[in-house]
C-alpha cells in the first residue's frame, strides 16, 4: 500500500505529480507480481483487496490524472501486457460502478474480478501480445478455457466470495437475453459489465500483431454491435469516462494533434493540450483548450496512441491539467 497517505501531502502540481506517476507505478507492479507469481503469495486475497483500496484512493484524489496515467502507460508497460490490461480493466470497473450505484460488495467484487480474471493465463497472454502469428490451436483452446482455470485457481488461493469467482468463470459468456442490469442477479450484473470493460480495454491495448484501436472506435464497436444490454454498459461508459477520456489523443479543427487532459462536462467536450502543431512538428509550449468555448477549436477525431510517433512528457501534461484544475487556471 502507498507509504504517505496522499491527504498528507503538498498539493503542488509537481509534487502531486510526482505522487500520483509513483503511486500507479507501484500498484502496476504490485499487481503484476500478484498476476505472475500467484501461488508464491502469502495471503493473496488480502493483498489483491489491497490493491482495490488502493485504487479507490487514487481514483477518490484525482480521478482525471489516474485516468491520463492509466491510458498512458497502459502503452508503455514494463510489467507486461496481461498486469496492465488487468489495471486498465480494474480502473474501468471501478469508475463504472459507481456511476451504475452498485451496491460496495458488488464494487468490491466487481474490481477485484477484473484485476484478476485472467490469471489463468497470465504467461499466455504476455506471450499473445508479442506475437505476430495467429493463434495456435493449443493457444486457442487455452483461452477458451481460462475463466475456469482463472475460477479454480483463485478458489486455491483462498477467494471465497462467490460473486468474485462467479464473475470470473464466467467473464466470457455471451447474454442470453438483453435485459436491464437492474433486472439481473449480481453474478450476471458483474459478469456483463466485466465482460463489456474486457473486450473495450483489448480494443484500445496494441499488441505486436496489431495497433490498437482508438477509444471513439472502440465505444462505438461496442455499442453499435451489440445487444441492448451492452449498450447500456457502452453509454454509461462514455457518459462516466467521456468519448475521449483523459490520456488518449485527438486531431483537432484547427489541425493540432492533441492530448486530452480532464473530462469535459459534456463527453465530447474535454479539456485538452496541443502536443503536435498544424504542420505535425512537436510544440514547446502545448496550449490549453476548453473545447465546449465558443470559439476554441472542435475535436475531428480520437486517435490511436500508434498513430503518434512522439514521447509524451507526462510530466508537463498532468501538471497542466492539475492547473487548469485550479480555481483560476487558464486555457482558451
Known amino acids: 500500500m ?16 510526482e505522487d500520483l506517476l509513483g503511486q500507479w507505478s507501484d500498484l502496476e507492479a504490485f499487481a503484476g507480481t500478484l498476476l505472475t507469481h500467484p501461488t508464491s503469495v502469502q495471503g493473496f486475497c488480502a493483498k489483491v483487496r489491497q490493491c482495490e483500496q488502493w485504487l479507490d484512493e487514487l481514483a477518490a484524489h484525482d480521478i482525471d490524472a489516474a485516468l491520463y496515467l492509466m491510458f498512458q502507460l497502459a502503452s508503455t508497460s514494463t510489467v507486461g501486457y496481461s498486469a496492465s490490461h488487468a489495471l486498465v480493466c480494474a480502473a474501468l ?14 464494487r468490491s467484487n466487481l474490481v477485484c474480478a477484473a484485476f ?14 508479442l506475437q505476430h502469428e495467429p493463434l495456435s490451436l493449443q493457444q486457442r483452446l487455452a483461452v477458451q478455457k481460462h475463466p475456469q482455470i482463472s475460477a479454480d485457481l483463485l478458489e486455491q ?3 471465497r466470495d462467490e460473486l468474485w469467482l462467479d464473475a470470473v468463470a464466467m467473464h466470457h459468456q455471451q447474454p442470453s437475453e ?27 491495448s496494441p499488441r505486436k500483431s496489431r ?9 462505438r464497436a461496442i455499442i453499435s454491435g451489440e445487444s441492448a444490454l451492452r449498450d447500456e454498459i457502452g453509454l454509461t461508459l462514455v457518459r462516466s469516462i467521456g468519448l ?5 489523443f485527438v486531431r483537432l479543427d484547427n489541425g493540432e494533434i492533441a492530448a486530452v487532459l480532464r473530462r469535459g462536462a459534456q463527453a465530447q467536450f474535454p479539456l485538452v493540450a496541443s502536443v503536435l502543431d498544424a504542420h505535425g512538428q512537436a510544440v514547446t509550449k502545448p496550449r490549453l483548450y476548453h473545447t465546449e468555448t465558443e470559439g476554441a477549436p472542435r475535436i475531428l477525431t480520437s486517435l490511436a496512441r500508434s498513430a503518434l510517433a512522439l514521447e509524451v ?9 492539475l492547473f487548469a484544475a485550479r480555481p483560476g487556471g487558464a486555457a482558451v
Open 2 to 17: 502507498p507509504k504517505t497517505p496522499l491527504a498528507d501531502l503538498d498539493h503542488s502540481p509537481d509534487n502531486e505529480y
Open 93 to 106: 470497473c471501478h469508475v463504472l460502478a459507481h456511476e451504475l450505484a452498485l451496491p460496495q460488495p458488488e
Open 116 to 129: 484478476t480474471m485472467n490469471i489463468g493465463m497470465t504467461a499466455l497472454q504476455d506471450e499473445l501480445a
Open 157 to 159: 488461493l483462498d477467494v
Open 178 to 204: 438483453a435485459q436491464q442490469l437492474a433486472q439481473l442477479q449480481p453474478a450476471e450484473r458483474l459478469t456483463r459489465i466485466l465482460a463489456t470493460i474486457d473486450r473495450y480495454a483489448a480494443m484500445i
Open 211 to 219: 495497433s490498437g484501436r482508438s477509444v471513439t472506435d472502440s465505444v
Open 244 to 248: 475521449c477520456p483523459p490520456g488518449t
Open 313 to 321: 512528457n507526462h510530466r508537463t501534461m498532468v501538471r497542466l491539467g
